[in-house]
């Protein structure tokens, strides 16, 4: 038998070494580059109305506008509105009514829409619930997050049907406990905004009704302070450009967004699909969204939940979504 002097073993490890090595980096993609452009601190929602953000953020598309984008995410558009009104954050979505509030009372501008959906609020009991018509709900306990969109669209719903909410007992709940409290018969109907009546309904609950019908698509904004605007329209412009992709991608490849909607929220890829085909996905400031704040604003003035109504004119802003149309 030939012997190897302890040197030949010693070459031979560094053989095989080198080969993993390379063959590790032969199956390993490379890490995208950091962005190294202008930053924007951006606070949104982990829901499915929001899915346009979360596209943006995982696919790079804000990074391939050269932005550095820093996210802040919560789930509900009351957070997104205090870090952003708070000077935590430069852009922040929200849903209409949290929108419209926040235009009114503090220097903040809606420069787009990116999402919405007449019946992406719904109301949803107990599969087995006595609870057929709206008048049912008297006497019982529903679950809202206030100061939502969810919670205006309910009170503009009630209106339309004739329900005196004073009637109901309306309680206070983060839409990530609704579940349990209706499953556990905690509260009788709960009313939120997708995907919270999606997953209720796969542990149990029956739709009861939606929020629409009452001409208000409930949109999704992207509002930004005032004064970063001012300083920074290249960056807001780029910025649209690249939620006008993360939009596009949605409409495109819809199955493959339902799965990184999944993954980044904990749903299934059937409860995200489903609850993404109750909203439409466009970049837009068109008429139908600015006659939905206009309704919304409108409403909120006549529940005294505003003090006056906001000037849209000086607090709407589309050259930004011009500037990236064009582009």
């Avoid at 905004?193 to 997953?199: C, F, G, L, R, V």
């Avoid at 493959?256 to 929220?265: G, L, P, R, T, V």
Wanted: aromatic share 6%; net charge negative.
């Amino acid at each position: 038998m030939k012997h190897y002097p302890p040197l030949s073993y010693v070459r031979l490890g560094a053989l095989v070494a080198l080969l993993a090595l390379l063959s590790g980096c032969a199956e390993r993609a490379p890490a995208p580059p950091p962005a190294t452009g202008p930053t924007v601190r951006f606070a949104y929602q982990d829901r499915v109305a929001d899915a346009a953000s979360i596209i943006a953020v995982e696919r790079g598309f804000f990074r391939d506008e050269g932005l550095d984008v820093k996210p802040f995410v919560f789930s509900s558009g009351p957070a997104c509105s205090e870090t952003l009104l708070s000077g935590g954050a430069d852009i922040g979505t929200m849903g209409d009514t949290t929108a419209v509030i926040a235009v009114a009372r503090s220097p903040v501008t809606i420069i787009a829409s990116h999402g919405g959906g007449e019946h992406r609020h719904r109301i949803v009991v107990a599969a087995n619930s006595a609870i057929r018509s709206p008048g049912d709900l008297i006497g019982r306990r529903l679950a809202v997050k206030k100061g939502t969109s969810t919670y205006g669209g309910l009170l503009a719903w009630a209106g339309a049907v004739d329900l005196d909410l004073t009637r109901v007992k309306v309680t206070e709940m983060r839409p990530e406990d609704m579940g349990d409290a209706l499953i556990s018969g905690a509260v009788d109907a709960i009313v939120a905004s997708e995907p919270t009546p999606s997953i209720v309904e796969e542990r149990g609950g029956r739709e009861l009704a939606t929020l629409g019908g009452l001409g208000n698509t409930y949109p999704i904004l992207l509002v930004g302070r005032s004064e970063f605007l001012a300083s920074e329209p290249d960056t807001a412009t780029a910025f649209l450009r690249a939620m006008r992709r993360a939009a596009q991608f949605i409409r495109d490849h819809p199955d493959q967004a339902a799965d990184i909607i999944a993954a980044k929220s904990g749903l299934s890829s059937e409860v995200a699909a489903r609850a993404m085909a109750h909203h439409y996905y466009t970049l837009q400031l068109d008429e139908n969204t600015r006659a939905s704040l206009d309704e919304i604003a409108a409403f909120l003035l006549a529940q005294a939940m505003l003090d006056e109504a906001p000037d849209f004119s000086q607090r709407i802003d589309d050259t930004f979504l011009g500037a990236a149309n064009d582009s």
